[in-house]
């Protein structure tokens, strides 16, 4: 009983010595036997987040053991997870499903060999990821994966990419996988559609690429306000989409709707003089032309500068000219599903800018995109027809109504008479100067709707809207029949 009692109390307090010298025939590893009875286990549960990928779970245990009179977990590699030896690690092995598919509104794949330069362009290129694309999508991309550059490719990545199959291994100490602990199923790569017509962008394409200056042609859709055309001749840069350029007389749409919607009546007279004296600054028309007194209509279908110049800042407020360029799209973002940059008109620091930013001019800065949306909002049934734009405050019917028939008088009798449209067409011309100098270069714009088609043309440097870039949406419209 003594023996007993001294071989307990000695254990109780960890005395392994004097628990040998109570012992017959004891082990040499007497003492390490007796601590590792010591011990204890923790289960845990672990979930491992996987960005991009998802979740996985699972159980595992702690062993512990006294140290010093306290706890200790006893270090070994299945403490990260039990199937783990010494000299072994976790890792994933990640398979991409297949790329989706993006495609026009008819069905048909835009991203398919031989498209043309511009539908190349929209749609852009997938390459395997760099830096840059590492640090812009995180995981679980890593450096060699297919991802998109530019267009489409890259707007929608993550859609026409899916999520990878990821496999989480047992890897060894030669950098082998050894075995499979769990696979995350990952998701298919989806569809894009896009509302391309191809229809609408070979005729844009063919109406522009005998331009030897660069030249992009924008089409929409009034009643939904979708894009269904995007050309640029020559590629290499979407000056459709993301070239900004001073609007000139197009914008006067723009100026017109603020006229209108504060009373002028497009049978008010308004005298077109050769120059007007506005702040100090001479307001010239174009090669120096003056018609009298005529009326609004005729002022805007003969794009007098005077006119604009003095009508706007003798009736209107900076803010509500502001407020109209707002309400067709300038100073709003635009996200049609590809980078589009944003259209700008500041507010006139003084009558000087006023005057020239109401003709499109001073610091207006807008795209092709933008003006297209100009066109498309006077003849949409719905407003606003802008892509990607929030809600605006629709146009009055009766401003709308008023513009949709000076923008026929352009075409009939106006500055793009010459250029003999299809009859339907209405539209405006825009002779943009930039540069300095006493007769500055211009780009030719044209933007116009016929039926449920809206446009924009711009020819850089062209010359005159009329002569150059009128002639070209005619050539675009006449394709289409």
Not at 269 to 294: L, M, Q, S, Y
Not at 403 to 412: G, H, N, R
Request: glycine letters at 12%; proline letters at 7%.
């Amino acid at each position: 009983r003594a023996t007993a009692a001294a071989f307990l109390s000695a254990w109780e307090n960890n005395d392994y010595a004097a628990m040998a010298g109570l012992t017959v025939t004891r082990p040499p590893d007497l003492a390490a036997r007796l601590g590792a009875v010591r011990g204890a286990h923790a289960p845990y549960t672990a979930t491992l987040k996987l960005k991009g990928v998802g979740e996985w779970t699972y159980a595992g245990a702690l062993t512990l053991a006294e140290h010093d009179r306290r706890w200790r977990v006893d270090w070994s590699a299945a403490v990260i997870h039990p199937r783990l030896r010494e000299g072994q690690r976790l890792g994933i092995k990640t398979i991409w499903p297949k790329r989706g598919a993006i495609m026009a509104a008819d069905g048909s794949r835009l991203d398919a060999p031989g498209m043309s330069g511009s539908v190349q362009q929209l749609v852009g290129s997938v390459g395997p990821a760099g830096a840059a694309d590492l640090k812009r999508l995180g995981s679980p991309y890593k450096k060699g994966d297919l991802v998109g550059h530019g267009g489409i490719q890259q707007e929608m990545q993550r859609r026409l990419a899916g999520t990878p199959t990821t496999a989480i291994q047992v890897i060894d100490q030669a950098n082998r996988p050894v075995g499979t602990l769990h696979t995350i199923r990952g998701r298919p790569g989806g569809t894009v559609r896009t509302s391309l017509d191809p229809r609408v962008q070979a005729a844009a394409a063919r109406a522009i690429t005998s331009q030897r200056k660069p030249a992009a042609l924008v089409a929409i859709r009034p009643s939904t306000g979708q894009i269904l055309a995007v050309a640029n001749q020559p590629g290499g840069f979407s000056r459709a989409l993301l070239g900004h350029y001073p609007p000139g007389s197009t914008f006067k749409v723009v100026t017109a709707a603020a006229l209108l919607a504060d009373g002028l009546s497009p049978r008010s007279r308004v005298p077109c003089a050769k120059t007007a004296n506005i702040g100090g600054r001479e307001i010239r028309n174009f090669e120096h032309e003056e018609f009298g007194e005529i009326d609004f209509r005729t002022a805007f279908a003969k794009s007098c500068n005077t006119v604009f110049a003095t009508q706007a800042t003798q009736r209107l407020t900076k803010q509500q000219l502001v407020t109209a360029a707002r309400q067709f799209g300038l100073n709003t973002p635009l996200r049609p599903g590809v980078s589009a940059a944003r259209s700008s008109f500041p507010t006139p620091r003084d009558v000087v800018e006023f005057a020239a930013e109401s003709f499109g001019q001073g610091r207006v800065s807008v795209t092709p995109l933008t003006m297209a949306a100009v066109a498309a909002a006077v003849k949409a049934v719905h407003d606003p027809a802008v892509p990607g734009q929030p809600k605006a405050t629709p146009l009055h019917p009766a401003v709308k109504a008023s513009l949709q028939a000076m923008m026929s008088a352009v075409v009939t009798s106006g500055t793009a008479a010459p250029a003999r449209l299809p009859a339907g067409t209405a539209g405006k011309t825009g002779t943009a100067e930039y540069g300095t100098g006493a007769e500055p270069p211009t780009h030719a714009w044209f933007i116009g709707y016929r039926g449920d088609l809206a446009f924009a043309v711009i020819v850089e440097g062209g010359g005159t809207g009329g002569q150059v870039a009128a002639p070209l949406a005619g050539t675009f419209l006449r394709a289409l029949g």
